[in-house]
């Protein structure tokens, strides 16, 4: 089984500041997704990432694949109260971590 | 287009019982996928199924189970139903059942057992 580990588990911070939360696992991975599940709904993805090394930005969220398909990171920049949620990491088999739960605070 | 849909949204039973939920995939998608999703334990791959087949199982008690029909709508059935299997639970559609295929979540059918 292709465990996936995700820290922190949870993170608070102000409105403005960055942040960076990870995911990682012993295993390889073909691909790797990030999810967001606000409350009371279902996650919603984020992005794929597929080659290792990669790096792919959504306004000002940015995701990175790491170089052995092992782990990934993805860093959000002047973070919002809409930012607020919970983030999941899926490897190409839909195993998911854990999870972050972001609170942003204004 | 339409999403996924799940029903039902809110669900209360009894401890003993049982409970059936459904799952509607995105129109064309024939790959759905069940999930448990809990405080304490995050998100749990149930089964999935690929045109009316159980692809993958995960590490679940023969009380749950699962179908999928012609027209890719699926079940999940949870039977004798413990207080411990009060979650949420998601149904996810895909395409096929392909590593790098986009999944679609529904919102969920929230079950408590009293």
Redesign the interface.
Known sequence: TQLLEQSPQFLSIQEGENLTVYCNSSSVF??L?W?RQEP??????LV?V?TGGEVKKLKRLTFQFGDARKDSSLHITAAQPGDTGLY?CAG????????TRLTVKP | KAGVTQTPRYLIKTRGQQVTLSCSPISGHRSVSWYQQTPGQGLQFLFEYFSETQRNKGNFPGRFSGRQFSNSRSEMNVSTLELGDSALYLCASSLEPNQNTEAFFGQGTRLTVV
């Open positions: 073909s691909s997704q999810y009371g709904e279902g996650p919603v993805l794929t597929v999941l190409g088999n839909m195993r998911f971590g854990a999870g």
